[in-house]
Nanobody, 124 residues
Framework: QVQLVESGGGLVQAGDSLRLSCAAS????????MAWFRQAPGKEREFVAL????????NYADSVKGRFTISKDNAKNTVYLQMNSLRPEDTAVYYC?????????????????WGQGTQVTVSS
């Protein structure tokens, strides 16, 4: 079993920054991909960014490229999402997710494990 716990959300103004954290526990993650998704009110959950524990280039949604950075600390089993230049349209609940799949990893159905989510609200 895998447990994912997000933290770091909050209320900020447009242009501000936030860093989200996702602490993973329960099993070995060396072959896993870790991702951030977000869901705004009335919208589908959407892919934001992905990173693999064993290396490789991170992937980003076009809407966050150049503003968000995903990173990991293997020693702490923690994945981070640094969010800069935040916009009101970034307002959503942000979820951390884990999968052992190697394909289709921008889709929610590829993920076996999810955190409880953390709210990010960006005011204009």
């Amino acid at each position: 079993q895998v447990q994912l716990v997000e933290s770091g959300g909050g209320l900020v103004q447009a242009g501000d920054s936030l860093r989200l954290s996702c602490a993973a526990s329960g099993r070995t993650f060396s072959s896993y991909a870790m991702a951030w998704f977000r869901q705004a009110p009335g919208k589908e959950r959407e892919f934001v960014a992905l990173i693999r524990w064993n290396g490789g280039w991170p992937n980003y949604a076009d809407s966050v490229k150049g503003r968000f950075t995903i990173s990991k600390d293997n020693a702490k089993n923690t994945v981070y999402l640094q969010m800069n230049s935040l916009r009101p349209e970034d307002t959503a609940v942000y979820y951390c997710a884990a999968t052992s799949r190697v394909s289709s990893t921008i889709y929610t159905y590829a993920y076996d494990y999810w955190g409880q989510g953390t709210q990010v609200t960006v005011s204009s």
